[in-house]
Nanobody, 121 residues
Framework: QAQVKESGGGLVQAGGSLSLSCTAS????????FAWYRQAPGRQRERVAL???????TYSDSVKGRFIISRDNAKNSQSLLMNNLTPEDTGTYFC???????????????WGQGTQVTVSS
């Protein structure tokens, strides 16, 4: 199964920006979908952005127009640029990767350990 590791995050004031990165490693053919999920205390995990292997992004309504997801297929990596952050963006952000493998059946998608993003008002 692919392993994924996030980097970035931290503490920022409202209105500021942060960038997250994630790299997948292991034995797989390619990463089909990369995504970022977040989970705030007491709330369910929600997907904020996804990008297909062809580079087509989708965003949740709560981050549309503020966050930008991108990927580098050669490096099996993705990034999330978060602009105009608000306290409601606070949470743990998780990298998600759905890999394609050389043999079937495929293992389930991979998740990172999460990185904390805190936005102060």
């Amino acid at each position: 199964q692919a392993q994924v590791k996030e980097s970035g995050g931290g503490l920022v004031q409202a209105g500021g920006s942060l960038s997250l990165s994630c790299t997948a490693s292991g034995e797989f053919y390619t990463i089909d979908d990369f995504a970022w999920y977040r989970q705030a205390p007491g709330r369910q995990r929600e997907r904020v952005a996804l990008i297909t292997r062809d580079g087509v992004p989708t965003y949740s309504d709560s981050v549309k127009g503020r966050f930008i997801i991108s990927r580098d297929n050669a490096k099996n990596s993705q990034s999330l640029l978060m602009n105009n952050l608000t306290p409601e963006d606070t949470g743990t952000y998780f990298c998600y990767a759905r890999a394609r493998y050389y043999s079937l059946p495929s293992p389930p998608p991979s998740w990172g350990q999460g990185t904390q993003v805190t936005v102060s008002s």
